[in-house]
């Protein structure tokens, strides 16, 4: 149990457009989601708290505009990248919080690569 | 801010030996969680152990185990008769008002 599975895992995008990522919590409800950053050997940087039917949480120093956040639904948040640079180009890793368990025990989708190119 | 830090960028070890990987942090809080995490090539985060901090024992799951210092606010991770599957990067991380603190990893190789 406790599946959380992201869409699409790998995506490639031109510079300009955006990009949406899907984090669905597959067989429990996820009152809460977490979206992480991940640049290439480094560690996981929380980028925004999202709870489900509120507007998300971002952590200092990220762009809400340029990263939204809908957590329209108990099983699913989605992240949108608008308007993509090559900088943009990183590993994006979702987790949910079994509403049975404390918030701490998070369950952490598969991860996106997102290329700009 | 709290932080978490991870003192060793790689370690290795011989399968079948015991490897220690160690981890510090700084919190003003009595009562949290601490957590190692394995991410293997996959990339996709394992949940390896987790400690409460107002647990005085050390917690254990089969070949993993801890060494938690609470005092010293060490938070080291043992892991017992390695095996070629334990190849990952493994992440320290610590609870905090509801949110994950990442240490910045350990990349753990595995000898045969």
């Known amino acids: 149990g406790a599946v959380v599975s992201q869409h699409p895992s790998w995506v490639i995008c031109k510079s300009g457009t955006s990009v949406k990522i899907e984090c669905r919590s597959l067989?429990?409800?996820?009152?809460?989601m977490f979206w992480y950053r991940q640049f290439p050997k480094q560690s996981l940087m929380l980028m925004a708290t999202?709870?489900?039917?509120?507007?998300?949480?971002?952590e200092q120093g990220v762009e809400k505009d340029k990263f939204l956040i809908n957590h329209a639904s108990l099983t699913l948040s989605t992240l949108t990248v608008t308007s993509a640079h090559p900088e943009d180009s990183s590993f994006y890793i979702c987790?949910?919080?079994?509403?049975?368990?404390?918030?701490?025990?998070?369950?952490f989708g598969p991860g996106t690569r997102l290329t700009v190119t | 801010a709290q932080t978490v830090t991870q003192s060793q960028p790689e370690m290795s070890v011989q399968e079948a030996e015991t490897v220690t990987l160690s981890c510090t942090y700084d919190t003003s809080e009595s009562d949290y969680y601490l957590f190692w995490y394995k991410q293997p090539p996959s990339r996709q985060m394992i949940l390896v152990i987790r400690?409460?901090?107002?647990?005085?024992q050390n917690a254990t799951e089969n070949r993993f185990s801890v060494n938690f210092q609470k005092a010293a606010k060490s938070f080291s991770l043992k892991i017992s008769d390695s095996q070629l599957g334990d190849a990952a990067m493994y992440f320290c991380a610590q609870e905090d008002t509801d949110k994950l603190i990442f240490g910045t990893g350990t990349r753990l190789q595995v000898f045969p």
């Open positions: 987790s949910a919080s079994h509403p049975g368990q404390e918030i701490y025990e998070q369950y």
């Open positions: 999202s709870n489900e039917g509120s507007k998300a949480t971002y």
């Open positions: 067989d429990f409800q996820a009152t809460t």
């Open positions: 400690q409460e901090a107002y647990k005085q």
